[in-house]
């Protein structure tokens, strides 16, 4: 059980253009998911928390208006990187937590590895 | 300074070993600690999972926390090359935190035949 899943796994795009990555838990409902991006050999660094329903919390220097994070439902977020630039490369990962205002851990996904060029 | 840090190693120990990682961490707020394994070019899978002091064993792997000297370690026995990737030390703080987790740097392990 708590398998989540991300799309694509890896994609590459000319700079200047918007990628759309999924994240998906399967057998649970996630009131919360989280959004991370890990350079190579780093740890991961949260970029935004996503309840469903409601607008996403981005952490300090994160821009909003460049990394879109929609969650409509329990079972899916998007992020959506838009006008992607070099820099912008790297790997993303998604987590997801079933309950709301607890303390369970959260399950990750497999990762997404975005290449701009 | 940082909230946690994680010795990033590289790690190498001969296959049979007993394998020791550490986090040390500075917010007292921190009330939740976990251990996280990561393949390369994969997302992390979550290990071990503790909220108390003292130790939690699963398998060949042993959690220990100790939060008055806020020091938390991983023990793994009779490592295996299977076990060689990214081992990431994260910490929860209790209360209305969301679930926002913080990692230490990640350790880098291998463990040759």
């Known amino acids: 059980g708590a398998v989540v899943s991300q799309h694509p796994s890896r994609v590459i795009c000319k700079s200047g253009t918007s990628v759309k990555i999924e994240c998906r838990s399967l057998?649970?409902?996630?009131?919360?998911m989280f959004w991370y991006r890990q350079f190579p050999k780093q740890s991961l660094m949260l970029m935004a928390t996503?309840?469903?329903?409601?607008?996403?919390?981005?952490e300090q220097g994160v821009e909003k208006d460049k990394f879109l994070i929609n969650h409509a439902s329990l079972t899916l977020s998007t992020l959506t990187v838009t006008s992607a630039h070099p820099e912008d490369s790297s790997f993303y990962i998604c987590?997801?937590?079933?309950?709301?205002?607890?303390?369970?851990?959260?399950?990750f996904g497999p990762g997404t590895r975005l290449t701009v060029l | 300074q940082k909230e946690v840090e994680q010795d990033p190693g590289p790690l190498s120990v001969p296959e049979g070993a007993i394998v020791s990682l550490n986090c040390t961490y500075s917010?007292?707020?921190?009330?939740?600690f976990m251990w996280y394994r990561q393949y390369s070019r994969k997302g992390p899978e979550l290990l071990m999972y503790?909220?108390?002091?003292g130790n939690k064993e699963d398998g060949r792997f042993t959690a220990q926390v100790d939060k008055s000297s806020k020091y938390i370690s991983l023990f793994i026995r009779d490592s295996q090359p299977s076990d060689s990737a990214t081992y990431l030390c994260?910490?929860?703080?209790?209360?209305?935190?969301?679930?926002?987790?913080?990692f230490g740097q990640g350790t880098i392990l291998t463990v040759h035949p």
């Open positions: 987590s997801a937590r079933p309950q709301r205002y607890s303390t369970d851990t959260q399950y």
């Open positions: 057998d649970f409902q996630a009131t919360t």
């Open positions: 996503s309840n469903e329903g409601s607008k996403a919390t981005y």
């Open positions: 917010n007292s707020a921190f009330q939740y």
């Open positions: 503790t909220y108390s002091s």
């Open positions: 994260a910490m929860l703080a209790g209360g209305t935190s969301y679930g926002k987790l913080t």
